[in-house]
């Protein structure tokens, strides 16, 4: 076989053992995969199938050269060592990204596959840094940091963490680490590396755009676009750690309707259920889930219920599920991977197509049928007690080859069982997500993060950089999940800033574990999981109730703005919570704003993020003219202010005089 080949449209390079293919995935894309010894395979982890695209091929004895739309590839055979290299560039001959070079008598490789013994590979691939250059993406990290340049990520699942192993650059590319194993990316001064643990080939995605918006679309278009986004997900949604019965969580819905505040969804949470893995209410807490979401219905109200993928040794399915091979099995070790309340669980095996449907089953009987439409989907990374990858074992194969998939494939069971059903609209929460997990309808959030300003600001990197990796449906428990008590002063004010900033999210939604602890007990005298404290908006006093309620309000009189820019979200990729630099790429100061951001093109987002604070700084940009929300005042943009922000108010600017009926509603 020759070095280079022409094969209908797909540059195969054969070298040293090494079959290296560059397939066109897309207008302006490629798709690169690369095995030692034989040839690769095309595995749909998040890909989809690409749209037609004609590529141009140039080949030399030497060189070959594979373009389609604003992205070209160059392979270049190089001498000492001897290896294949690989440069990306732009339409205009720019270079775009580019391999490590070899580097003479060190002789390292761009693409290293270390044998396993007796397995497959660890692989390390290497390309060449530019300290110019900005990236951004990479899914939901804690961190206060929105520029992941210079940064270095751990490729796994964790409570609160969901790696989606997607870059945006700001020379104009995009890059997806199509590998689900176990792994790190490093973006450092000299280097920027990707590496999987354990894996049989290499594969990676690279597109090129002019824009961000561009490379978005493009990205979206590879691994699905987000479903359109029901009625019930533009408003507000009422949850806490947890309703223990059903006539607590019907009296709480009754208290939000006479009071007048719109409630659109309000939450079963967890151990509602006999057991972990019984999929179906608890009768002695829950007798008639039919009657209760009815009447939930009737006040305008959906019901979410949560479900764990956890299969406890006490379930009335565990025996079925572990003979058919529909939980996931421990290499090493006693065969359980988590201990909660006292009780010994396995995983739901989401990789299983058949366990898939056999959950399903179990959940349309015991939830769909009784007219439950949508679920929050928790554990979803999973939350193993220890997250020893590389003792776990999916039908997909090893969790340290397969494991970051997961949340992706338990988001398409309940999204294939809901379409099954007819139902159009499709959003489930999850805890967790990988490539591609929006085309199932996943709606995403932080984990159980504390409650604090730290966390908070956190936060809003973490949805910023969710956006830019492809999942447009981010949220977060506002207040933050563990702790604060609704009694304290310093906790009113950070509920309230949360609660401001939680209005321009993408979906807006009140959870969280609060102090004390309210104990439950069976009527036959046995102690059940806790309940926390109050956690209506009623719970934090007077002065924030009051505020609070206003922004629900606000809420609605956002809501055919906040349609629209789910729609977007849907048929463009474009996020819902959008970076600066997305709306104006050409302004340099735009790139490193981490703590303001534009919910879709017309607001101007700016929220409070210390305690204390009553005053923060805005940059306003270049080329349009900026409204003040509060006060409808107008200020020319290409200049930073100074705004005022008592606990009442968060900074918030429109765009252009874009909904003037919004000015001194909130």
């Known amino acids: 076989m020759a070095l280079f080949v022409n094969d209908h449209g797909v540059l195969k390079c054969r070298f040293l053992g090494e079959n290296l293919w560059l397939i066109p995935w897309g207008r302006d894309a490629l798709r690169v995969v690369s095995r030692p010894m034989s040839e690769p395979e095309l595995p749909a982890w998040a890909l989809l199938e690409p749209q037609h695209a004609e590529p141009l091929i140039e080949i030399t004895e ?171 997900g533009l408003g507000f949604w009422q949850c806490k750690l947890r309703y223990w019965n059903q006539e607590q969580l019907l009296s709480v819905a009754r208290e939000y309707h006479r009071r007048g505040i719109p409630v659109d969804v309000i939450v079963v949470d967890f151990f509602h259920w006999p057991h972990m893995g019984d999929f179906r209410f608890d009768e002695e807490f829950w007798p008639d889930p039919k009657a209760m979401v009815r009447e939930l219905k009737e006040m305008g109200m959906e019901l979410m219920v949560s ?37 010994d669980a396995m995983f739901f095996d989401a990789t299983n197509p058949d366990a898939r449907k056999y959950l399903w089953r179990k959940i349309k009987k015991n939830y769909y049928d009784s007219g439950i439409k949508v679920f929050w989907l928790d554990e979803a990374e999973p ?27 338990y988001a398409r069971t309940f999204y294939d069982g809901q379409k099954s059903e007819g139902q159009e609209k499709v959003v489930n929460l999850l805890r967790c997500a990988w490539a591609g997990s929006a085309r199932y309808g996943a709606l995403v959030w932080s984990g159980d993060i504390h409650s604090d300003f730290a966390t908070l600001r956190r936060q809003v990197c973490a949805g910023l950089n969710m956006g830019i990796a492809g999942i447009p449906w981010w949220t977060t428990d506002i207040g933050g999940f563990s702790g604060g008590d609704p009694t304290d002063p310093a906790f009113r004010e950070l509920i309230v800033r949360w609660f401001q900033w939680g209005l321009f999210c993408p979906v807006m939604r009140l959870h969280g574990n609060r102090v004390p602890d309210e104990r439950v007990f069976r009527a036959d005298g046995s102690e059940c999981l806790p309940s926390g404290a109050a956690n209506e908006i009623w719970s934090f006093g007077e002065p ?44 340099a100061e735009c790139w490193d704003l981490r703590d303001q951001y534009m919910f879709g093109p017309d607001v101007l987002v700016a929220p409070v993020l210390d305690a204390g604070a009553i005053r923060r700084t805005v940059y306003l940009p270049a080329g349009a003219d900026w409204t003040d929300l509060h006060t409808g005042k107008v200020f020319s943009g290409g200049r930073t202010v100074d705004c005022d922000a008592p606990l009442s108010s968060i900074p918030v600017f429109l765009k252009n005089n874009a909904h003037p009926d919004w000015i001194g509603k909130i």
């Not at 993928?309 to 988590?338: F, H, T, V, W």
């Open 383 to 409: 939350e193993y007690g220890t997250y020893d990858f590389d003792n776990y074992r999916y039908y997909s194969g090893t969790v340290a080859q397969t494991g970051n998939l997961y949340p992706q494939c």
């Open 307 to 343: 479900i764990w993928p956890q299969i406890s040794l006490l379930s009335e399915n565990y025996k079925e599920m572990d003979e058919e091979g529909y939980i996931a099995r421990c290499d090493k070790g006693m065969n359980c991977q988590m201990r909660f309340v006292n009780e």
């Open 62 to 232: 030497r060189c070959a050269t594979i373009a389609v739309g604003r992205l070209s590839a160059v392979v270049r055979r190089m001498d000492w060592p001897d290896r294949l290299e690989i440069t990306y560039y732009n339409q205009r001959g720019e270079v775009l990204l580019a391999e490590r070079p070899g580097t003479g008598a060190l002789n390292i490789r761009p693409r290293f596959f270390k044998p396993i013994v007796a397995g497959d590979f660890k692989l390390t691939v290497g390309f060449a840094a530019d300290d110019d250059e900005k990236l951004y993406g990479m899914g939901q990290y804690q961190q206060d940091v929105l520029n992941v340049k210079y940064s270095t990520f751990e490729l796994a699942q964790r409570n609160s963490q969901a790696s989606v192993p997607f870059v945006l650059s700001s020379k104009g590319y995009g890059f997806l680490w199509h590998n689900p194993a176990i792994g790190r990316a490093c973006f450092g001064k000299n280097l920027m590396e990707w590496v999987a643990d354990s894996t049989k080939q290499m594969d990676y995605w690279i597109c090129a755009g002019d824009t961000p918006a561009q490379i978005e679309a493009a990205y979206a278009d590879a691994v699905g676009h987000a479903p359109a986004m029901p009625e019930y």
């Open 544 to 587: 924030a109730y009051e505020i609070i309620k206003n922004l629900i309000g606000f809420r609605e009189v956002m809501r055919p703005y906040t349609r629209q820019l789910m729609e977007q979200a849907s048929l463009t990729g474009a996020p819902v919570m959008r970076t600066m630099f997305f709306e104006f790429p050409e302004q």
